[in-house]
């Protein structure tokens, strides 16, 4: 049974690779199957190709036990389901090469089709992220009304931490693969929107620079409570909770001694203002 | 979670009032390509066909969701960003020039009329930077200093070199945003249709203060080539940097 529907999914690879890839045996070692170089760089809004595309695969007959072409599993869904059946398996075989392969298999293509996805488990990483992040408004929304800004800010940290939760024992993982040279840029551009979001989501309005300190400092606290929360065996994460709350009182000391600074600035400049006028 | 998906859905109508509204816009920035993932676009794309009208808010109920490519967004924002900065520049060097000269009988008025205009330029624009959720720039701090020392530098020259170099700037100014128009007329969507509206405004206003600087002898300002030509290649080269930073 499991050779067939590997057969099968090896032909419906081989149909929609055809234009790139001689036509060849290809059996389970080969590596030429570069259907698409990374699904990252899929344009949202070209959706022609996912038309054609997904006839293409349609008209493959229906011997083939391959997942129908639904929406999710067109050649731009494709990936993300693999991925999503990957976040299922982390907690047994962690952010790695191997939870993926086995979800492509647990969905019926050919384990092989790990190849899609270069980097591993930093490409697992990547998706998770980026699903948290999309996850994180519609989790808030409601909400956030009615709280004080440091009040909405710790909810939408405690929010998206919450979100690790059920990979926690596997997050220290996560983190040196996030900390590789090679995915840092990933990693501290996921950073940068998830502080961007739970900002926005408090209800920034912030133009001036006062959008980088804040963007800033919550950044530093979220990634040392993220830290923390990966040794927390408290029940609820109390103590995440209670650690969240230190590090945002050592922010509100920063900022009042940020404020002096500026302070001083100015007086300087209205000086200068005045020495200029006379 | 209906009425607040409808709000995320219903996009904006109206920039200015928005600036001051709580109206969440998440409808320009979620729909945007960046941040556009299957995950978040089925929740769009299933309630999208049963939005709840009789917001009173939006004004139009089939009004779509600002969708932009990667390219477009970029634009945007590199649009955006510098269009505030630029704003912040033009506020300080009225700033520095009102400083030296704002007691001057002829030209202190005409300067406080104009900065009061810039001020409310400015407004705007970081209206729309949080409207867009567009990074504003790191270099804010730096365009303030380099702002006020040009104009106050300029008004020390005297009255027509200052007027010279309001000349200059607002030449530089009111070719960008005629550029940038140029830009946003491709891109077809009533948010974007508000954006051109405001941009065509404020491009009058700058036009109108340079015609304003040649009435009051900026061409008689000494060493006017000079002055001009310095002082536009550091505006070019101040829009090129606050694009990118």
């Known amino acids: ?278 | 979670m209906a009425s607040t998906l409808r709000i995320t859905l219903q996009p904006t109508s109206s920039l200015l009032v928005r600036s001051t509204c709580q109206t969440v816009t998440r409808a320009l920035s979620s729909t945007a390509a960046p941040r556009q993932a299957s995950a978040a676009s089925t929740p769009s794309s299933g309630s999208s066909s049963s939005h709840i009208d009789g917001d009173s808010n939006t004004t139009a109920s089939n009004v779509p969701p600002l969708r932009l490519s990667k390219e477009q967004r970029a634009m945007l924002e590199q649009m955006i960003r510098v269009d505030q900065a630029g704003e912040l520049g033009a506020n300080w060097i009225y700033r520095g020039q009102y400083a030296v000269l704002g007691s001057d009988k002829k030209v202190g008025p005409l300067l406080q009329n104009m900065w009061d205009q810039e001020k409310h330029h400015l407004k705007v624009f970081d209206g729309i930077i949080s409207q867009y959720r567009v990074r504003p720039t790191l270099l804010r701090p730096f365009w303030e200093m380099a702002g006020f020392a040009l104009g106050a530098g300029t008004a020390l020259l005297g009255k027509e070199a200052a007027m010279a170099c309001t000349e200059a700037v607002e030449t530089v100014i009111g070719g960008h945003y005629n550029d940038q128009l140029k830009e946003l007329l491709k891109i077809d969507h009533p948010d974007i249709a508000e954006l051109r509206k405001i941009v065509q405004q404020f491009r009058d206003d700058e036009l109108e203060h340079l015609e304003t600087a040649l009435e009051h002898d900026a061409q008689k300002a000494p060493q006017h080539e000079h002055i001009s030509n310095f002082i536009k290649e550091g505006c070019k080269l101040a829009i090129w940097v606050s694009g990118k930073v």
């Open chain 1, 1 to 278: 049974m499991a050779s067939i529907t590997r057969r099968a999914g090896v032909a419906l690879l081989m149909r929609s690779s055809s234009a790139i890839v001689p036509r060849t045996t290809i059996t389970p070692s080969a590596r030429q199957l570069t259907t698409s170089a990374s699904w990252r760089t899929a344009e949202p809004s070209s959706s022609t190709s996912t038309g054609t595309t997904t006839s293409t695969s349609n008209s493959n007959g229906a011997d083939h036990a391959s997942p129908t072409a639904s929406s999710t599993h067109g050649p731009k869904g494709t990936p993300d389901a693999i991925l999503r059946a990957a976040l299922a398996l982390v907690p047994e075989y962690g952010w790695t090469t191997t939870s993926i392969a086995k979800a492509a298999e647990s969905l019926g293509y050919p384990s092989i089709i790990h190849g899609m996805f270069p980097n591993g488990g930093a490409d697992l990483i990547d998706f998770f992220l980026q699903d948290c992040l999309n996850r994180l408004p519609l989790e808030l929304e409601g909400r956030m009304e009615g709280l004080s800004t440091q009040e909405t800010i710790k909810l939408g940290t405690l929010t998206r931490l919450g979100m690790i939760a059920p990979y926690v024992d596997r997050w220290p993982e996560a983190l040196a693969i996030m900390g590789q040279p090679s995915n840092v840029s990933m990693s501290l551009n996921h950073l940068a929107k998830i502080v961007d979001e739970i900002w926005y989501l408090a209800g920034d309005k912030s133009a001036d620079m006062n959008w980088y300190t804040k963007r800033a400092s919550l950044a530093a606290i979220y990634t040392t409570t993220e830290l923390y929360m990966t040794t927390d065996k408290t029940l609820n994460y109390e103590a995440t909770q209670r650690f969240l709350d230190r590090r945002f009182e050592d922010a509100a000391t920063l900022g009042k001694a940020t404020n002096d600074v500026l302070q001083i600035a100015e007086f300087g400049a209205k000086s200068v203002t005045g020495i200029l006028r006379s």
